[in-house]
Structure formats: structure tokens, C-alpha cells
């Protein structure tokens, strides 16, 4: 149980799988407003990046879950190099369907909704884990403006136009399902940059150490073509944010 290897190496130096900055995630932790003491679910945690610096500056406590063994192994370095890694657990599992032994006061989903077949199911899942008037964190893709056709929807990666939605009709589809939206914090330019160029020099430097590895030639088609790629279309038409919710 892994993630496939393509993905680790695209985002092997990464310590935030998903396009917001550090800055962003310090800000989005204090504007929360929760007490230490928290205990947070982090469900496809990545290499732990906002659970440990949370902890840190926060005083929250918690458990991270993740399918990639060498992110989870990461996540446990950056608790220990952090000092909190009696506040912090990292499991190396499968967060599709993980709920929490006791409820948690915030649950978090932080770019990773494929884990519930999508938002209103990783927000099911979440619910599960929360106790009654606790918070929760979905990340998620939208669209900065609607895409003028299906193939450049599958350039931004998507599989199709309906795979996202504008940010005020994602807003929309949370307060539907349910809840108030109570917090967001946004992707910009900047931080969608650092996000994808990382990438970049991730592949290369694994091209320049794994030459003859079977997976070189894809490497080497994909860092090809990306970079173009994304000035073109994702930097272009496509947007993320966290969303903090609260159940009505």
C-alpha cells in the first residue's frame, strides 16, 4: 500500500503537497481561533508539514494519516526535528474510511477529497471522526475561471469541466450540504508557483541520480513538458483553498 512512484518523485523535497506556502499555513492555523490543546485528524497528512508546525506554534495535538510510507516517514523526522513528537502520531495507512478511535475537535482533509469519491463524501467521512460543534478543513481544487473547452480542462489535469467548480459555487455546495463556511484560505499566484516549479527541479536532480531506472523515460516526458505546460493552462484556469467548516 503506496502511493504510485511517480507521485513521490515529483514531490519528494516537498514539506507542503499542495499549493500553499508556510506563511499561509501559520495564518490559516491562527485564524482558526482554537485552543491548545486541540486534537486534530489529518487524513492524507502528506509529510506532516501543518501538523507538526501546528503543534509547535499552536499547542495542538494529533494524529496524521497517509498511504505514502516515504511522506509518513518524513512527517515522524519533522515532528521529532520540531520537538513535538509526543504531540504528533503519523500512520502509514489508508485514510479512505479512517475514522478516529475518540472524536477529534478539528478533522481535516487538506487537498486529498479523492479519499470520499469526492467533497461531499471526504465531508461525510470527516463528520464521522468530529465531535458535536468541532471544526473541519477541506482543501480543494476550483476553477480561477471556467475552462473554455473539455481539452483544456484535461490539460489542467482534470477529467473533464464538471471535475471542479468556481470558488463561489464550491462555496455554494459546502453551505448545501449542510454547513457554514467559516474560514478559507487561498492559493495565489506565488504560492501555485512554488508548488509546481519544486516539482521540476525534484525530477530533475532524480533523472540525474536514476538514469537507468525504468521509470526515467516517463520522468523525462513529464519534466519536458510540464513546465510549459502549467505556464499555459493550470497557472491560467485553475485555483485551490482550504475551506473551515462548521456543521449547521
Known sequence: MDLPRIFTIRESNHRIHNPLTADKF????????????????DLASGSGEMLCTWARDLGFRGTGVDISTLFTAQARARAAELGVADQVEFVH????????????DLAACVGATWIGNGVPGTIELLQRSLRPGGMMLIGEPFWRRTPPGEETAKACHATSIAD??????????????????????????????????????????????HPDDELA????????????????YGREYLSWGVFALMKR
Open 217 to 232: 523515460p516517463e520522468v523525462r516526458e513529464e519534466l519536458t513538458a510540464e513546465p510549459a505546460h502549467y505556464a499555459r
Open 164 to 209: 471542479f467548480l468556481l470558488l463561489p459555487a464550491l462555496i455554494e455546495q459546502f453551505q448545501e450540504l449542510g454547513y457554514d463556511v467559516v474560514e478559507m484560505m487561498l492559493a495565489d499566484q506565488h504560492s501555485w508557483d512554488r508548488y509546481a516549479a519544486a516539482q521540476w527541479l525534484s525530477m530533475r536532480r532524480w533523472l540525474d541520480e
Open 93 to 104: 495507512g489508508d485514510a479512505a474510511g479512517h475514522v478516529a478511535d475518540q472524536p477529534v
Open 26 to 41: 501559520a495564518t490559516l492555523g491562527a485564524s482558526l481561533r482554537l485552543p491548545a490543546g486541540t486534537r486534530v485528524l
